[in-house]
């Protein structure tokens, strides 16, 4: 998002193009993960034994998988004027490498060293910031943004190899085990497809809108939409530790306690009615504030729209937990479910109702994927309520 909002500072008539490639790369890049940064996390936190064979099988998929994606890419980007072979060529390579980062990332946090990893990133990302700053004072270059993400991300990735290297984890090409890839893609899969069609859902609301109402009513929704989706970055503090927690304690004790759930879900509950009230009392002078009187009516939609807050954050606490079971093709059907819901509510009341049907499909979808997901919990009795709760924050 940053890297667009300075190329929108270089050129506003090619921002729309900008944002919309940087969209399509996002999208291709997600339908490529194939759910294996969760599955290394998992299995790493799990003490897999076969651990070092199963990460450098996914790298070595991901290695070939690039070379499907360079070219996907090189022939959407013929279809603009603005950017040209060089830039298009450093984006591909920095947004991959990003990926592969990405999947580096989870196996230290799978080992709970998150200290590390977040050193790691921002001596990396130093070098984009000091660039940034020298941005503001002699101008921006569309190449050079893209260069700076480039060497950013080829650092993390060498001092990530580094740092396996120094856990005893030798990173190399090997030669696919066609078995061991199957044993892989058979969970890991479930869990990718399950998380393309949340960020789908996630973005359908607005090409609906579009669609239907018009660019102008896009801006309305994304605003509010905007600031409904903040609190969950504070969720991803606590669910990114909790996945690895959870992973251990399935593969120890073959079950999770309620107590090792209790406090995230107890925290989530406040951030949610925390967030909720604060909307209600202040966003009619935070958004006039940051966007002016002239978008107002996203006040609306924000204070109506944040009510499925609580259903968004618990539905992931219920994803984090299914997942750590290997119960993965559950939070794949629930939100595929949710997708559809989605869809339908829209196409059905949006002519109707106008902004509020997306509001109103954003809630139920949320809601039926939390519902869902908790139903397969207590059916598979994947969470032992029988044991003390202990309300210790």
Do not use: H
Not at 157 to 169: G, M, Q, S, T
Request: charged letters at 15%.
């Amino acid at each position: 998002m940053l890297f667009i909002l300075l190329a929108r500072e270089l050129n506003v008539n090619f921002y729309g193009e900008l944002r919309a490639t940087f969209v399509f790369l996002n999208i291709l890049l997600m339908a490529l993960e194939l759910g294996f940064a969760n599955y290394i996390q998992r299995e790493t936190a799990s003490n897999n034994k076969n651990l070092e064979n199963e990460l450098n099988t996914t790298l070595t998929v991901k290695l070939l998988l690039f070379f499907f994606f360079f070219i996907i890419v090189l022939i959407y980007s013929r279809t603009y004027s603005w950017i040209n072979i060089a830039q298009i060529i450093i984006l591909i390579f920095a947004f991959y490498l990003s990926s592969a980062n990405n999947l580096l990332s989870r196996l230290f946090y799978g080992k709970d060293n998150y200290s590390q990893v977040f050193k790691l990133f921002f001596a990396a990302r130093f070098l984009f910031i000091l660039d940034i700053l020298k941005g503001f004072f002699f101008g921006f270059s569309l190449t050079e943004i893209f260069s700076i993400l480039l060497i950013s991300n080829l650092i993390i990735v060498i001092l990530f190899v580094y740092l396996c290297n120094r856990e005893n984890i030798q990173i190399k090409v090997i030669g696919i085990d066609l078995n061991l890839l199957k044993k892989i893609l058979r969970s890991s899969l479930p869990i990718g497809i399950g998380i393309f069609f949340v960020w789908i859902y996630d973005r359908i609301d607005v090409l609906l809108i579009q669609g239907y109402l018009g660019d102008s009513s896009v801006s309305f929704y994304t605003i509010a939409y905007s600031f409904y989706k903040v609190p969950q970055i504070f969720s991803g503090i606590l669910l990114i530790p909790l996945f690895t927690e959870l992973s251990k304690e399935q593969a120890l004790k073959k079950r999770i306690s309620m107590n090792s759930i209790l406090t995230p879900i107890i925290i989530l509950a406040i951030i949610s009615i925390f967030t909720i009230v604060i909307s209600l009392l202040v966003s009619d002078k935070i958004i006039p504030l940051l966007y002016t009187r002239k978008y107002f009516d996203s006040v609306v939609i924000l204070n109506l729209l944040i009510f499925a807050l609580p259903g968004l954050l618990l539905n992931n606490t219920t994803g984090v937990i299914l997942n750590s079971c290997k119960r993965e093709k559950i939070p794949m059907y629930a939100t595929f479910i949710g997708l559809i819901i989605n869809i339908t509510i829209n196409i059905i009341f949006i002519e109707r109702f106008n902004l509020i049907a997306p509001v109103i499909a954003t809630i139920v979808t949320e809601y039926m994927i939390l519902i869902i997901q908790a139903a397969f919990i207590i059916k598979y009795k994947l969470v032992d309520f029988s044991k003390t709760l202990n309300y210790n924050i």
